[in-house]
């Protein structure tokens, strides 16, 4: 199944519905950044952080993009 059609056919239920399956998949995708942290030395060192803090793990993916490039880039645009 495609994302599109998934995305319309979600969109379609009801509200209730909805944020039981938004629970669910969060539930899931919270499971699965535990179970990379157990295998990931580098977030493992992070148990010392606040429960709400660890929750966060996983969340923000970072770009390819260079941090640099994409900063000259934002000031480019500003002062241009």
């Known amino acids: 199944m495609r994302l599109e059609k998934l995305q319309q056919q979600v969109l379609e239920l009801?509200?209730?519905?909805?944020?039981?399956?938004v629970q669910s998949v969060l539930a899931s995708i919270q499971q699965e950044t535990l179970s990379l942290?157990?295998?990931?030395?580098?977030?493992?060192?992070?148990t010392n952080l606040a429960p709400w803090t660890q929750n966060l793990i996983g969340?923000?993916?970072?770009?390819?993009?260079d941090p640099t490039e994409t900063y000259v880039d934002?000031?480019?645009?500003?002062?241009n």
């Open 59 to 65: 969340v923000i993916q970072l770009g390819t993009e």
């Open 37 to 46: 942290s157990v295998s990931n030395p580098t977030i493992n060192s992070l």
């Open 14 to 21: 009801p509200i209730s519905d909805r944020w039981q399956l």
């Open 74 to 79: 934002f000031l480019e645009e500003k002062y």
